[in-house]
């Protein structure tokens, strides 16, 4: 039987740390140290073992740290079913989600802890995240939309909270039934789109996690089926937030535009951009003028960049996505992915049929200097 150590229900703490762990043994001691260095004391850990064949195992049954609890499985479950083995152990109000490759900055659960006390309308909180390669070293930094109208309009593309950095209510979330194993790539995403039918998101205005990218993690293997497994996602909100039925293929290709982790097959370009319009004309209707704007600026240096993926095998499309992001950002005219992309396509027409006034008097005068 897999087995349970250090049961004491008796006091419970105000949060767990949820710890579901497969193979980690090269990472988790670090992992452990951050968490046992909180400032905030009171809580309590529960490590989840997926039937790792490694070390792991070994390395969690060594912790002196008595707020440790370690489950271990039998065999690998995968990540939604290991974190519902352990969260039916949790009885605290809160839980803290942790990975165990990842590192925790020492004020990660005093602040997040404490910003739940103070929101007690908020059922969900992550905080902004720091990417670092395996062996450590910083690669880029990521600012998540604090606000809940923010994080909800975001999530109609892509995931706004980050769950190896999340906090949640551990009454709301098993009242919506936990998470779905059957969303084994996105299982966050999935739990938070049910949860934003009864609850408010935030993420917390400050970097409290560092995410470590290594090879053959969750983090970075991102497959096309994956990838249409949160389009899945996607299109149940989308079809709320339209009020009308998207065609997958269609969702598909939007998110790839707002979140380009794949190149957009040439031929759903048109369908992609179609609804990218409608969402930004829905948008205009029910969200703040802030809010569309930070979208129409991010998805604007997207398209940009996907524009650059489909430039070799379909130029067409590719200057199609440069006009669209151009008309949605200006300012990328600045940018020097911008001029690499104009001379990439040897653009020969006129630079006015393409590009808004500033792009076409900027380039008319022959300046190279985009910023980098």
């Not at 489909?310 to 590719?318: C, G, K, Q, Y």
Request: charged content about 30%; aromatic content about 6%; glycine content about 6%.
């Amino acid at each position: 039987m897999a087995g349970l150590r250090r049961q004491d229900r008796a006091g419970a703490k105000p949060v767990t740390v949820l710890l579901s762990v497969y193979n980690c043994e090269r990472f988790l001691p670090e992992t452990l140290r951050s968490l046992s260095a909180q400032t905030f004391e009171e809580f309590d850990l529960i490590a989840v073992n997926d039937g790792s064949n490694d070390r792991t195992g070994e390395i969690l049954e060594r912790q002196k740290d008595t707020r440790i609890r370690v489950i271990h499985n039998e065999r690998n479950l995968g990540l939604p079913a290991a974190l519902n083995r352990g969260l039916r152990e949790v009885r605290s109000a809160l839980v803290a989600r942790a990975d165990g490759d990842d590192v925790y900055e020492p004020e990660r659960l005093e602040a997040q802890v404490e910003f739940m006390r103070q929101h007690p309308e908020v059922g969900v909180a992550s905080s902004h995240i720091r990417y670092v390669s395996e062996n450590g070293a910083h690669m880029t930094d990521v600012r998540l939309p604090i606000a809940d109208e923010d994080i909800r309009f975001r999530m109609l593309w892509s995931c706004a909270l980050a769950h190896p950095a999340a906090i949640y209510r551990t009454d709301l979330v098993r009242r919506a039934g936990a998470y779905n194993p059957k969303f084994s790539r996105c299982e966050d995403y999935e739990l938070w789109s049910r949860l934003a039918l009864v609850t408010r998101f935030a993420n917390v205005d400050r970097f409290l996690a560092r995410i470590r990218l290594r090879r053959g993690s969750i983090t970075t293997q991102v497959r096309m089926e994956d990838f249409r497994q949160a389009a899945e996602i996607s299109k149940r909100l989308l079809d709320d937030y339209l009020g009308d039925l998207v065609p997958l293929d269609d969702v598909i290709a939007f998110r790839l535009l707002a979140y380009p982790v794949f190149a957009v097959p040439g031929d759903l370009v048109a369908s992609g951009l179609a609804l990218m319009e409608r969402v930004i004309e829905q948008a205009a209707q029910r969200e703040s003028d802030r809010c569309i704007a930070s979208f129409r600026s991010a998805l604007g240096q997207n398209l940009l960049l996907q524009s650059t993926y489909v430039s070799h095998d379909s130029p067409t499309a590719s200057l199609r996505l440069l006009s669209h992001a151009l008309k949605l950002n200006p300012k990328l005219t600045r940018k020097r992915l911008f001029y690499d992309q104009v001379v990439r396509l040897g653009i020969k027409v006129p630079l006015r049929r393409l590009l808004p006034d500033i792009g076409a008097r900027r380039f008319r005068t022959g300046s190279a200097g985009a910023d980098p």
